[in-house]
């Protein structure tokens, strides 16, 4: 494991993805990985933290997710705006080799049986909470998040840095057709 992943505290995971990022969603079952971006990921409760993420019928990633009850969500950055869209749009149905052709490499984190993202910026490995009528009906899933790890240089002391790190670890928000805001700059409210 990369020398700047660094675990972060449970109670403070819903901070990793509070901002609204777009993110990646992997899995794994029977011998195989996918990855896919999803726009709609959601920090839903602090303890024990949970989320909420929607995955289509028609993605391969969520038949993975269903067939382990397990999945990954990822805060990829703005370097990985190409794999992002990459992933996004191509389907590893038709696209077999989709992830080699985004340059999607994978990594494990020891105790974890799931496919990790490298170059991302911050990681939540959950566990699916089942709720069949809202992921029938709503293509919508629960995760509880089970442990969570960030990139230190985006991410120290349970706080983004977006306004010191190198703009490349910006975390990515997604409007339409193929077009990515980049997170910019902090403000803080006064009292």
């Given amino acids: 494991m990369d020398s700047h992943i660094a675990q972060v505290e449970l109670q403070k995971a819903y901070r990793l993805i509070n901002h609204g990022p777009t993110v990646l969603v992997s899995a794994r079952h ?4 996918n990855v896919m971006a999803a726009a709609w990921a959601c920090a839903l409760d602090f303890s024990p933290p949970k989320l909420t993420v929607v995955l289509d019928k028609a993605t391969s990633t969520r038949a993975l997710v269903d067939g382990s009850g397990m999945f990954v969500i990822q805060v990829p950055t703005l370097a990985q705006l190409r794999l992002t869209h990459q992933v996004g749009t191509h389907s590893m149905a038709d696209t077999p080799d989709k992830l080699a052709r985004a340059s999607a490499h994978l990594f494990s984190i020891p105790g974890h049986d799931l496919p990790f993202v490298t170059g991302c910026s911050a990681w939540l490995a959950c566990k699916v909470i089942p709720e069949p ?6 293509d919508l899933y629960i995760g509880e998040v089970v442990a969570a790890w960030a990139d230190t240089r985006a991410f120290e002391h349970g706080h983004w840095k977006f306004e010191s790190a190198d703009p490349s670890w910006r975390s990515l928000h997604y409007v339409a ?4 805001y980049a997170t ?5 409210a006064g009292d």
């Fill in 133 to 138: 009528h809202n992921q029938h009906t709503y």
């Fill in 177 to 180: 057709g193929g077009q990515f």
């Fill in 30 to 33: 029977g011998g195989v990985d």
């Fill in 184 to 188: 910019g700059e902090a403000h803080v």
